[in-house]
Protein backbone atom coordinates (compact mmCIF):
# COMPACT_ATOMS: atom_id res chain seq x y z
CA UNK A 1 0.00 0.00 0.00
CA UNK A 2 1.35 3.53 -0.64
CA UNK A 3 -0.15 6.88 -0.53
CA UNK A 4 -0.04 10.42 -2.56
CA UNK A 5 -0.48 13.72 -0.44
CA UNK A 6 -1.83 15.69 -3.02
CA UNK A 7 -2.01 19.44 -2.20
CA UNK A 8 -3.08 22.15 -5.06
CA UNK A 9 -0.51 24.79 -3.54
CA UNK A 10 2.42 22.33 -4.96
CA UNK A 11 0.89 22.09 -8.86
CA UNK A 12 3.66 22.44 -11.66
CA UNK A 13 0.41 23.90 -13.54
CA UNK A 14 -3.19 25.14 -13.69
CA UNK A 15 -5.47 26.66 -11.06
CA UNK A 16 -6.36 25.74 -7.68
CA UNK A 17 -9.39 23.66 -8.64
CA UNK A 18 -7.83 22.60 -12.02
CA UNK A 19 -4.31 21.33 -12.29
CA UNK A 20 -1.52 19.29 -12.70
CA UNK A 21 0.46 17.54 -9.78
CA UNK A 22 4.10 16.58 -10.14
CA UNK A 23 5.01 13.24 -9.16
CA UNK A 24 8.34 12.84 -6.81
CA UNK A 25 8.97 9.29 -8.93
CA UNK A 26 7.46 8.04 -11.55
CA UNK A 27 4.11 6.10 -10.92
CA UNK A 28 3.98 2.71 -12.58
CA UNK A 29 0.89 0.63 -11.75
CA UNK A 30 -0.51 -2.72 -13.26
CA UNK A 31 -3.95 -3.56 -13.60
CA UNK A 32 -5.76 -4.87 -10.48
CA UNK A 33 -4.31 -2.08 -8.17
CA UNK A 34 -7.49 0.03 -6.42
CA UNK A 35 -7.75 3.59 -4.36
CA UNK A 36 -9.52 5.71 -2.11
CA UNK A 37 -9.59 9.34 -1.18
CA UNK A 38 -8.86 10.35 2.45
CA UNK A 39 -8.21 13.40 4.39
CA UNK A 40 -10.23 15.95 2.08
CA UNK A 41 -10.02 19.14 3.24
CA UNK A 42 -11.53 22.38 1.28
CA UNK A 43 -11.65 25.50 2.69
CA UNK A 44 -15.51 26.67 1.83
CA UNK A 45 -15.22 30.29 -0.01
CA UNK A 46 -17.18 29.38 -3.30
CA UNK A 47 -19.48 32.60 -3.81
CA UNK A 48 -23.25 31.46 -3.91
CA UNK A 49 -23.63 33.51 -6.64
CA UNK A 50 -20.83 33.56 -9.65
CA UNK A 51 -20.23 33.74 -13.59
CA UNK A 52 -21.49 30.39 -14.16
CA UNK A 53 -25.04 31.17 -12.47
CA UNK A 54 -25.81 34.29 -12.18
CA UNK A 55 -28.14 35.12 -14.85
CA UNK A 56 -32.34 35.31 -14.91
CA UNK A 57 -34.63 34.91 -17.86
CA UNK A 58 -38.43 35.41 -17.44
CA UNK A 59 -40.97 35.21 -19.72
CA UNK A 60 -44.34 37.74 -19.02
CA UNK A 61 -47.40 37.76 -21.93
CA UNK A 62 -45.34 37.43 -24.55
CA UNK A 63 -42.18 39.76 -23.31
CA UNK A 64 -38.57 38.42 -22.64
CA UNK A 65 -36.92 40.07 -19.65
CA UNK A 66 -33.03 39.19 -19.29
CA UNK A 67 -31.57 40.17 -15.94
CA UNK A 68 -28.21 39.35 -13.86
CA UNK A 69 -27.90 39.06 -10.19
CA UNK A 70 -24.94 40.53 -8.43
CA UNK A 71 -22.33 38.19 -7.98
CA UNK A 72 -21.49 37.27 -4.08
CA UNK A 73 -21.80 35.40 -1.46
CA UNK A 74 -25.34 34.63 0.79
CA UNK A 75 -25.26 34.70 4.09
CA UNK A 76 -28.55 33.94 4.82
CA UNK A 77 -31.67 33.39 3.05
CA UNK A 78 -32.89 37.21 3.43
CA UNK A 79 -29.86 38.04 1.61
CA UNK A 80 -30.65 35.70 -1.22
CA UNK A 81 -33.80 36.94 -0.78
CA UNK A 82 -32.73 40.84 -1.40
CA UNK A 83 -30.69 39.74 -4.29
CA UNK A 84 -33.15 38.52 -6.09
CA UNK A 85 -35.97 41.19 -5.24
CA UNK A 86 -33.35 43.25 -6.92
CA UNK A 87 -33.57 42.33 -10.30
CA UNK A 88 -37.15 40.58 -10.25
CA UNK A 89 -38.35 43.79 -8.78
CA UNK A 90 -37.74 45.59 -12.21
CA UNK A 91 -40.19 43.06 -14.19
CA UNK A 92 -43.94 43.81 -13.94
CA UNK A 93 -45.82 42.64 -10.91
CA UNK A 94 -45.76 42.07 -7.43
CA UNK A 95 -42.93 39.55 -7.04
CA UNK A 96 -42.60 37.47 -3.58
CA UNK A 97 -39.81 35.92 -2.62
CA UNK A 98 -39.25 33.55 0.33
CA UNK A 99 -36.12 31.35 1.86
CA UNK A 100 -36.86 28.70 3.81
CA UNK A 101 -33.84 28.21 6.18
CA UNK A 102 -35.58 25.17 7.91
CA UNK A 103 -36.65 23.28 4.75
CA UNK A 104 -33.60 25.14 2.66
CA UNK A 105 -36.30 25.66 0.03
CA UNK A 106 -36.92 28.99 -2.16
CA UNK A 107 -40.35 30.15 -3.21
CA UNK A 108 -40.75 32.65 -5.89
CA UNK A 109 -44.12 34.14 -6.98
CA UNK A 110 -45.80 36.77 -9.08
CA UNK A 111 -49.16 38.54 -9.07
CA UNK A 112 -48.53 38.36 -12.73
CA UNK A 113 -48.21 34.64 -14.73
CA UNK A 114 -44.95 34.25 -15.68
CA UNK A 115 -41.94 31.32 -16.68
CA UNK A 116 -38.79 30.99 -16.19
CA UNK A 117 -37.28 30.28 -19.56
CA UNK A 118 -33.64 30.47 -19.18
CA UNK A 119 -30.80 31.35 -17.39
CA UNK A 120 -27.86 30.23 -15.45
CA UNK A 121 -29.07 30.68 -11.88
CA UNK A 122 -32.72 28.90 -12.69
CA UNK A 123 -30.48 26.14 -14.49
CA UNK A 124 -28.77 25.51 -11.26
CA UNK A 125 -32.25 25.40 -8.89
CA UNK A 126 -33.93 23.30 -11.61
CA UNK A 127 -31.06 20.55 -11.33
CA UNK A 128 -32.38 20.08 -7.59
CA UNK A 129 -36.28 18.97 -7.19
CA UNK A 130 -39.22 21.52 -7.64
CA UNK A 131 -42.82 22.34 -8.81
CA UNK A 132 -45.25 24.93 -9.65
CA UNK A 133 -47.81 24.95 -7.72
CA UNK A 134 -49.60 27.47 -10.12
CA UNK A 135 -48.98 29.64 -13.01
CA UNK A 136 -47.93 32.62 -11.18
CA UNK A 137 -44.65 30.42 -8.64
CA UNK A 138 -42.29 28.18 -8.56
CA UNK A 139 -40.81 26.23 -5.23
CA UNK A 140 -37.94 25.08 -5.29
CA UNK A 141 -37.20 22.63 -3.10
CA UNK A 142 -33.64 22.75 -2.13
CA UNK A 143 -31.12 25.88 -2.48
CA UNK A 144 -27.84 25.82 -0.48
CA UNK A 145 -26.45 28.91 0.37
CA UNK A 146 -22.90 27.39 0.79
CA UNK A 147 -22.48 27.41 -3.23
CA UNK A 148 -22.20 24.15 -3.33
CA UNK A 149 -24.01 21.10 -2.54
CA UNK A 150 -21.91 18.63 -3.99
CA UNK A 151 -18.43 18.24 -5.32
CA UNK A 152 -16.91 15.61 -7.53
CA UNK A 153 -13.07 15.04 -7.53
CA UNK A 154 -12.11 13.89 -11.37
CA UNK A 155 -8.72 12.49 -12.28
CA UNK A 156 -9.23 10.56 -16.09
CA UNK A 157 -5.82 9.08 -15.78
CA UNK A 158 -6.95 7.53 -12.49
CA UNK A 159 -10.30 6.53 -13.95
CA UNK A 160 -11.72 3.04 -15.16
CA UNK A 161 -14.04 2.99 -17.85
CA UNK A 162 -17.03 2.22 -17.24
CA UNK A 163 -16.83 1.55 -13.68
CA UNK A 164 -17.82 5.44 -12.27
CA UNK A 165 -20.73 7.53 -13.75
CA UNK A 166 -20.59 10.49 -12.72
CA UNK A 167 -22.82 14.48 -13.82
CA UNK A 168 -23.14 14.64 -17.48
CA UNK A 169 -22.19 11.41 -18.07
CA UNK A 170 -18.81 11.36 -17.31
CA UNK A 171 -16.35 8.61 -16.28
CA UNK A 172 -13.26 10.27 -14.53
CA UNK A 173 -14.98 11.00 -10.95
CA UNK A 174 -13.30 9.52 -8.22
CA UNK A 175 -15.33 10.20 -5.71
CA UNK A 176 -18.56 12.72 -5.02
CA UNK A 177 -17.84 15.04 -1.89
CA UNK A 178 -21.18 15.74 0.00
CA UNK A 179 -20.79 19.68 1.41
CA UNK A 180 -22.19 20.08 4.92
CA UNK A 181 -19.60 23.17 5.54
CA UNK A 182 -20.86 26.71 6.10
CA UNK A 183 -19.02 29.81 3.86
CA UNK A 184 -15.46 30.52 5.89
CA UNK A 185 -15.55 26.73 7.02
CA UNK A 186 -13.26 24.25 5.95
CA UNK A 187 -15.03 20.43 3.93
CA UNK A 188 -13.29 18.03 5.26
CA UNK A 189 -14.18 14.19 3.45
CA UNK A 190 -12.96 9.98 4.05
CA UNK A 191 -14.19 7.48 1.78
CA UNK A 192 -16.11 5.00 3.32
CA UNK A 193 -13.33 2.25 4.83
CA UNK A 194 -15.08 -0.05 2.94
CA UNK A 195 -15.38 1.23 -0.42
CA UNK A 196 -12.53 1.56 -3.09
CA UNK A 197 -12.05 2.53 -6.84
CA UNK A 198 -10.41 0.46 -9.60
CA UNK A 199 -7.15 1.73 -10.88
CA UNK A 200 -6.02 1.43 -14.75
CA UNK A 201 -2.55 0.30 -15.53
CA UNK A 202 -0.72 3.59 -15.62
CA UNK A 203 2.99 4.83 -16.02
CA UNK A 204 3.38 8.90 -15.30
CA UNK A 205 4.94 11.40 -13.35
CA UNK A 206 2.35 13.31 -13.20
CA UNK A 207 -1.75 13.64 -12.02
CA UNK A 208 -3.85 15.95 -13.44
CA UNK A 209 -6.79 16.36 -10.88
CA UNK A 210 -10.19 18.39 -11.14
CA UNK A 211 -12.77 19.81 -8.52
CA UNK A 212 -16.63 19.99 -10.57
CA UNK A 213 -20.34 20.37 -9.85
CA UNK A 214 -23.15 18.79 -10.36
CA UNK A 215 -23.13 20.02 -13.66
CA UNK A 216 -19.62 18.94 -14.36
CA UNK A 217 -18.71 22.28 -14.63
CA UNK A 218 -15.13 23.42 -12.59
CA UNK A 219 -15.84 24.96 -9.40
CA UNK A 220 -15.13 28.69 -9.19
CA UNK A 221 -12.74 29.20 -6.31
CA UNK A 222 -9.09 30.77 -5.44
CA UNK A 223 -8.72 28.49 -2.08
CA UNK A 224 -6.40 25.48 -2.53
CA UNK A 225 -7.59 21.96 -1.63
CA UNK A 226 -5.65 18.58 -0.35
CA UNK A 227 -6.47 15.46 -0.05
CA UNK A 228 -4.63 11.71 0.15
CA UNK A 229 -4.63 8.91 -2.59
CA UNK A 230 -4.28 5.62 -0.99
CA UNK A 231 -3.10 2.77 -3.69
CA UNK A 232 -3.80 -0.64 -2.45
Not at 172 to 180: F, M, N, R, Y
Not at 200 to 212: E, K, N
Request: proline share 6%; with cysteine; hydrophobic share 35%.
Amino acid sequence: MRQIHVDSRDRSAGTSTNFTFPLPHTLHLESGHQGRIDSFRMPMVVPTINSLNNTLQVTMTGTVYNRAIEQENCFNGPHLEYLLRNQLGSIPGTWTITYSPHKTSLLISCSNAFDFTGGTFIQQLMSRPWYRPDGNSYYFEYVPLQGLDVAYLCCSQLSHSGNSVGPAGSSDVLCSIPIDAGYGAVQTFNMSSSVFFDLPAITTQQLSFQLRDRAYNLIISQANFSFTLTID
